[in-house]
């Protein structure tokens, strides 16, 4: 699955409160919907409790997602609400000032959409 960063999220999200990194500024917040659903997915029965999904990096303006097992080394591990987020370094840098959105389309496929936070 590929992110757009030129997507805005759903007009009726919900944002969550905004965290600070350790050097105090902001990292990618997830909506209330995106919160739900990462959840959803990363507490499949027989998936560890380490679970996430995992954003890469595929060029500077496209971001993949993947389930996860575990964080891989250098990642960024964002924790919302019960979701988990690994966020690879070059991900983690496009993403710091942004929120992810998620929702369920009418087949069942999950969309993700990325936009500025505030």
């Known amino acids: 699955m590929r992110l757009d960063l030129n997507e805005r999220p759903s ?6 409160d905004l965290p600070a990194n350790r050097k ?14 990462v959840k959803d997915i990363s507490t ?22 993947s389930a996860a097992d575990q964080p ?14 690994y966020l690879d370094e070059t991900a983690a840098v496009m993403l710091d000032d942004k929120v992810l959105d998620a929702a369920v389309d009418s087949s069942g496929k999950v969309e993700f959409a990325v936009g500025l936070q505030g």
């Open 72 to 85: 891989q080394p250098g990642d960024q591990v964002v924790e919302q609400a019960g979701a988990t987020i």
């Open 24 to 37: 105090g500024e902001f990292m990618l917040t997830l909506t209330e919907n995106a919160s739900t659903i």
């Open 44 to 65: 499949q029965p027989g998936l560890p409790e380490t679970a996430g999904l995992r954003i890469t990096s595929e060029s500077q303006s496209e971001l993949a997602v």
């Open 11 to 16: 007009s009726g999200c919900v944002e969550a």
